[in-house]
C-alpha cells in the first residue's frame, strides 16, 4: 500500500461507525483529567503490535496543570496536548522522532500565555508542537484587520479542550481514535466549534488527523485554517529536500526571493540566517488528494504529509534553519490560506466563507517515510500527481509588504 493509500485510510476511519467500540471520556465539564491507562492486554486483545492509551498532568512552572495524552500503538509513540488545541507535541517511531527542538522547553499551560503581548506574537512562548492547530477566526502574521488586532496565527493552539474522549475498535485493526473537541466563541464576534480527531491502527508508522469547523452562530463568518507541522533531524540537515507536486510556487517576502533558486533544498544550521517562507499552491489528484514530502540527503528517511486540495488549497513552506539552539525546524504548513495577515488574503482570495450552521472538513495524514524504499514510492506518488504539468516559478511575492 502506498503512503498517500494508507493515509486516504487512515482519514476514511472517521466516517467508520464506532458501534463496536470501546468508549472513554477522558476529560468533560464535570470530569477533571486524571491519571488513567488503558492497555491492550487489560482489553483482551491479542496482537503482535501491543498498544496503549496514557492521560497524565504536568505540574511544575508554566506547564501547571497541562494535561497530555500518550498513544504507544506498539511502532508509534504519540503524545497530543488536550490543554493545547488538540495539538500533536511529539511523534517518533524507534530513535526516529517526528518533531523539533525548540528553545521552548514547557508544554505550556495557555493561561499563561498574553496572546496579544510582543505586538501579537505571543503565540510563539508556546511554539514547541508536532502538530499547531492554527485559526479558526484567521491565520497569519499579526497585524491590525478592520481595526482589530489579529495575533500571530489565530487563537486555537491555545483553547484547552471542553471534552476529550477516547474510542478504540473492538475488531482489527482496532483503530485507535482520540477527539477533542474546542470553543473559539466571543460575543458578537464568532461561535465556532471544532470537533477534533486523531486516528492510528497497531503497528502503523502513520497518523491522521480529521477536523470538523462548525459555524454555530447566526451570521456567515470568514474563516482560515493552517496546520503548522515542524520537522527538524534527522530530516533536516543540508542537502535535505522538500518534494511536492506544485502549480505554482513564490517568496513570501523579499529575502525568500533572494533564496527562490534553492527553495525546495535546506542549509545546514547557519547562524544569523533567521527564516524564510515560499507559498505554494500545489496539484491534486482527480479526487483533490495530494502528497508533499521530506526526505534527508541521502533519500534514506522521510516524512509525508498529505491533504486534500479542496479542503486545504494551499501551502506553506517554512524554513528557520537558524542555529540548533535557536530552533533549527521546516513547516509544512497546509492551509486554506498562506501566513499573511488577514487583510492581504481577501484580495487573494484565501479568506473563504462558512455558513451559517455549515461545516467544515479538514483532513491530514502523516506518515514516517522509514527507508528509501518508501521514500522512493512517496516521492512516485508526486511524480504521478504531478503527471508533467507544469510548474510556475512567480519570481515577486504575491503582497507587496514594503507598503505596510
Not at 167 to 179: F, G
Not at 385 to 396: D, M, P
Request: net charge neutral; proline share 5%; hydrophobic share 35%.
Amino acid at each position: 500500500m502506498t503512503p498517500l493509500k494508507l493515509a486516504i485510510a487512515l482519514g476514511a476511519l472517521t466516517a467508520a461507525s464506532h458501534a463496536m467500540a470501546w468508549d472513554y471520556v477522558l476529560l468533560d465539564n464535570d470530569k477533571a483529567a486524571q491519571n488513567w491507562q488503558i492497555t491492550s492486554q487489560q482489553l483482551g486483545v491479542k496482537t503482535d503490535k501491543p498498544f496503549s492509551v496514557t492521560l497524565r498532568t504536568l505540574h511544575g512552572g508554566r506547564q501547571e496543570g497541562v494535561s497530555i495524552v500518550d498513544i504507544d500503538n506498539g511502532a508509534l509513540k504519540l503524545s497530543v496536548v488536550p490543554t493545547r488545541g488538540m495539538n500533536v507535541l511529539q511523534a517518533s517511531v524507534g530513535n526516529v522522532r517526528m518533531g523539533w527542538d525548540s528553545p521552548v522547553k514547557d508544554v505550556v499551560n495557555p493561561s499563561f500565555i498574553e496572546l496579544n503581548g510582543r505586538g501579537g506574537l505571543g503565540w510563539l512562548e508556546g511554539f514547541n508542537e508536532l502538530v499547531a492547530r492554527c485559526g479558526y477566526e484567521w491565520v497569519g502574521h499579526p497585524g491590525i484587520d478592520n481595526g482589530e488586532l489579529l495575533t500571530l496565527h489565530g487563537r486555537a493552539a491555545n483553547i484547552p479542550a471542553s471534552k476529550v474522549t477516547l474510542h478504540i475498535d473492538e475488531k482489527p485493526p482496532y483503530a485507535i481514535s482520540l477527539r477533542g473537541e474546542l470553543k473559539e466563541q466571543a460575543f458578537k464576534k464568532v461561535d465556532f466549534s471544532v470537533a477534533t480527531e486523531l486516528v492510528t491502527e497497531p503497528g502503523s508508522v502513520a497518523f491522521a488527523l480529521n477536523d470538523t469547523l462548525t459555524n454555530n452562530g447566526d451570521y456567515p463568518k470568514e474563516y482560515q485554517a493552517l496546520y503548522h507541522s515542524n520537522f527538524s533531524t534527522p530530516f533536516l540537515e543540508q542537502g535535505a529536500r522538500f518534494v511536492a507536486p506544485v502549480k505554482q510556487v513564490s517568496p513570501f517576502n523579499d529575502k525568500a526571493k533572494g533564496d527562490l533558486p534553492d527553495w525546495q533544498t535546506y542549509r545546514a544550521p547557519t547562524k544569523d540566517y533567521d527564516e524564510t517562507v515560499y507559498n505554494v499552491v500545489p496539484y491534486g489528484d482527480a479526487k483533490g488528494d495530494t502528497l508533499t514530502v521530506l526526505h534527508n540527503k541521502a533519500g534514506s528517511l522521510g516524512v509525508s504529509v498529505g491533504f486534500n486540495t479542496q479542503q486545504l488549497p494551499v501551502f506553506s513552506l517554512w524554513k528557520n534553519t537558524d542555529t540548533q539552539g535557536q530552533g533549527y525546524v521546516t513547516g509544512l504548513e497546509p492551509g486554506t490560506s498562506f501566513s499573511y495577515n488577514r487583510r492581504y488574503q481577501r484580495p487573494l482570495g484565501l479568506v473563504p466563507m462558512i455558513g451559517v450552521k455549515e461545516q467544515k472538513q479538514f483532513q491530514i495524514r502523516y506518515s514516517l517515510l522509514a527507508d528509501k524504499g518508501a521514500v522512493d514510492k512517496a516521492l512516485k506518488t508526486v511524480s504521478e500527481i504531478q503527471g508533467g504539468r507544469e510548474t510556475e516559478v512567480r519570481q515577486a511575492p504575491l503582497v507587496d509588504l514594503t507598503k505596510e
